[in-house]
């Protein structure tokens, strides 16, 4: 399963697999030792419990219960003032820091402020939605520079995780000479990894 999916999808689409292959294979023994009629016919259990495996893995109806405590919002840092932006308090507190590097990407760095573990960029995602998993992702305390649009995912020592993504980069509004970085973000409550 290389898609990007909860964890609890994860278990229900193994879980229904397994019993799928179970089913098949009682299915199978009873065929062959009935000869081919047997008193009660397997093949709608198996049908219904196979074909509800591609179902949940393209919708999955569940929500994750957190989702109204999510903190999220837009912050801009002005890279000619400052590098960091405080995203979050306490134990759901993130501070990367940006610098300049071209006019479609920021470099970004998790290893100034101890409480950052690292981030990752997800390449496989568009909107903070399509991050199922956030665990499933490879952190790193290296510096990386993100494109516009890129989602970026952060995590803390407190196991907690935000996404980030680049909404735009471009000259300040007023004549002072450097780069503003619009940021949005999103933070999951209580260690979340769904963001769906």
Not at 31 to 40: K, M, R, V
Not at 42 to 56: D, Q, Y
Not at 80 to 87: K, N, T
Request: proline share 7%; glycine share 6%; net charge neutral.
């Amino acid at each position: 399963m290389s898609q990007n999916l909860s964890r609890s999808q994860k278990y229900t689409l193994i879980t229904l697999s397994s019993i799928s292959l179970v089913l098949a294979g009682v299915w199978l023994i009873v065929e062959l030792a009935y000869n081919g009629s047997a008193p009660f016919n397997m093949e709608p259990l198996v049908v219904t419990c196979a074909s509800s495996i591609p179902i949940l893995t393209l919708w999955w109806p569940f929500n994750p219960r957190y989702r109204s405590r999510r903190k999220s919002g837009r912050v801009t840092v002005q890279l000619h003032l400052r590098h960091s932006a405080e995203l979050g308090e306490g134990d759901y507190g993130f501070h990367p820091n940006f610098s300049e590097n071209s006019p479609t990407s920021v470099h970004l760095q998790t290893r100034f402020h101890p409480s950052l573990i690292g981030a990752a960029i997800a390449g496989d995602a568009n909107y903070f939605t399509d991050v199922k998993d956030a665990s499933s992702y490879e952190l790193s305390p290296e510096d990386m520079s993100p494109n516009v649009d890129d989602i970026i995912i952060l995590k803390n020592r407190c196991n907690n995780y935000a996404l980030l993504r680049v909404v735009s980069i471009k000259p300040p509004a007023s004549n002072v000479r450097g780069t503003d970085v619009v940021i949005d973000y999103v933070i999951n409550p209580k260690g979340g990894l769904n963001f769906s």
